[in-house]
């Protein structure tokens, strides 16, 4: 059977204006910030705390994934068509698409199949200027640290040798990791090691994410840690008067992006922070936005519960005050081969066998969830290359746990193939299974809070320091800074800081390398194994395949 392309499924869709989505949402024409006829920015009055008491947060996250994800968006998009065919008012809140990934290897972020917001192409490329906006408010502070370095007047004595703060480009250029500025004569700078990461990973990013408003907002910029000045001082955004003009160049893109779903449900996407960096999810207006407007909101955290939604849980809902009561752990066939050892020419061939030794990995991100008292809701998200002895495996074994597994077919049939896992997310939720608790408590010793998502989380049976790790606490605690939350760095490829150590590893030791810190953000950074900001190109890109024609049609975009 041939299949369309995601592409081509989005553009078939004839999209209807976005006043009426708003409609389902009883917000008026009025209120809507256009950009189209298909995409609105939503004012943060219709922020009400009142309302979000009173409604369902779902937060969807994933297994520990294979390189090409295991579609979680695709899963959010289409369990949110399936509660709105149930009866239940739903919307979908989404992170917005890096650049970077929809030129390299990894394609969009706007789902795929028919489980997909659009206009697709918009929201994976320019979208509304938010990405365009962060980056410049970055590279507007990059070009303040450097003047003042230059001047002679008005100068803060900052040490260029102590400069945390690198630029930020929204493309994968591996040209760029490392660079020297400031070459050409005393007219173009000083001289200093730089670099630049991926606009995803900028504090800025960050930032907005958790930001609660405008003024909060401004705030937080002010407070970004650039480094010290050569008499040992520390030295913020704000003592170069920074965080008006970034706030000012941030006045749009910290409103909510509102657009649509393949089945005319409203979809809110906003923010886009790096999940094994940052915090991985969407900003909290965004989501205060949609519990505001509807009675269910679902929303995802990236990569695999260990990341995105260890964040989600610790950082994001625990300072927000958020209250998910379902999350819904997706898994594939294929994830579950690759965990039980199968290699990646093997990952689309039935082997019970691999299946049954993978799903320790899915056991312990089950565990993980329910450390949080939460219930999970797992979903196997389909493909054609699942047998049903496998499945039916995971199912049963699933129930074995006390867990129910819903096959979720929302790629290939949209909501009509989520109505399954819908009535059982509205079980989890309508029966109150769960009483949400954060793991720590953002008060506790910094060494505390990382030991608990180690051992808890990961299942490391100890946490080292090397060297300039404690280096880094002795600094964090001079700067007053032991309060914030903890925002662990690692790689998605497993629980471990060793990418080859898949399923479910034991009796490991994770070695924090060095922390840093994102004052404005309000949490540190501990970094556990080399973390790559600025990826590079395949041997092929994506772009190589991507054909725009006369009449500005795209195609190749996924």
């Known amino acids: 059977m041939t299949y369309l392309s995601d592409i081509e499924i989005a553009q078939a869709k004839k999209l209807v204006h976005i006043k009426e989505i708003a409609k389902k949402i009883c917000v008026n024409e009025d209120d809507l910030e256009m950009y189209g006829k298909y995409k609105a920015k939503l004012p943060l009055s219709l922020i009400d705390d009142e309302k979000i008491k009173l409604n369902n947060l779902v937060l969807v996250t994933a297994i520990t994934p294979t390189p090409a994800g295991e579609g979680k968006t695709t899963v959010s998009i289409g369990l949110t068509e399936g509660l709105n065919k149930i009866g239940k008012q739903a919307t979908v809140v989404l992170r917005e698409p890096s650049l970077g990934p929809v030129f390299g290897i990894k394609g969009g972020a706007a789902g795929g199949g028919y489980s997909q917001v659009v206009p697709m192409e918009d929201i994976n490329l320019h979208f509304t200027g938010d990405f365009g906006a962060i980056e410049k408010a970055n590279n507007l502070l990059s070009a303040l640290i450097d003047n003042n370095i230059q001047n002679k007047t008005n100068n803060l004595t900052i040490d260029p040798r102590t400069v945390l703060w690198k630029r930020v480009i929204d493309i994968n250029d591996r040209a760029l990791r490392e660079i020297v500025i400031g070459l050409g004569g005393t007219a173009n700078g000083v001289p200093r090691q730089d670099g630049f990461n991926i606009t995803a990973a900028s504090e800025v990013m960050a930032i907005l994410c958790m930001a609660t408003d405008l003024e909060n907002l401004k705030e937080r910029l002010g407070s970004i840690f650039i480094g010290f000045t050569f008499d040992k001082k520390p030295v913020f955004a704000r003592d170069l008067k920074a965080e008006n003009a970034m706030t000012i160049l941030l006045k749009d893109a910290i409103k909510p992006n509102l657009v649509q779903t393949l089945e005319e449900n409203p979809a809110i996407i906003h923010g886009g922070p790096f999940a094994n960096i940052a915090q991985g999810t969407n900003t909290i207006i965004a989501t205060k936005m949609g519990l505001s407007l509807s009675n269910y909101v679902i929303t995802e955290a990236g990569f695999g519960a260990d990341l995105g939604a260890e964040k989600f849980l610790n950082i994001k809902a625990a300072f927000a005050n958020l209250n998910p009561k379902c999350v819904v752990l997706v898994a594939t066939i294929r994830a579950l081969r690759h965990h039980g050892g199968a290699k990646s020419d093997a ?70 193939g989520t109505v399954k896992l819908a009535e059982a997310v509205v079980a989890v939720v309508e029966n109150k299974a769960t009483q949400y608790k954060p793991l720590y408590d953002w008060k506790s010793p910094i060494k505390e809070k990382i030991e608990t998502i180690a051992t808890e989380m990961y299942g490391a049976k100890a946490v080292e320091y090397s060297k300039q790790a404690e280096i880094d ?42 922390i840093e810190i994102a004052a404005g953000a309000q949490f540190i950074i501990p970094i556990l194994g080399k973390m790559m900001r600025m990826p590079g190109l395949p041997v092929i890109p994506a772009s190589e395949n991507m054909i725009i024609d006369k009449n500005g049609v795209i195609s190749g975009l996924s």
Request: glycine share 8%; net charge neutral.
């Open 347 to 416: 990952y689309y061939t039935p082997n019970l066998e691999f299946v049954s030794e993978g799903f320790k990995n899915l056991e312990k991100h089950i565990e993980n969830i329910r450390k949080y008292q939460i219930e999970p809701v797992v979903t196997i998200n389909s493909f054609i290359s699942d047998s049903k002895e496998e499945v039916n495996f995971v199912i049963k074994k699933c129930e074995s746990l006390g867990v129910i597994a819903i096959v979720s077919d929302g790629w290939k049939k949209g909501g009509e």
């Open 473 to 514: 606490l002795k600094k964090i605690d001079k700067l007053g800074f032991n309060e914030f939350a903890v925002c662990m760095a690692k790689t998605q490829k497993s629980f471990s800081d060793n990418e080859t150590l898949i399923g479910r590893p034991e009796g490991f030791t994770v070695t924090v390398r060095e």
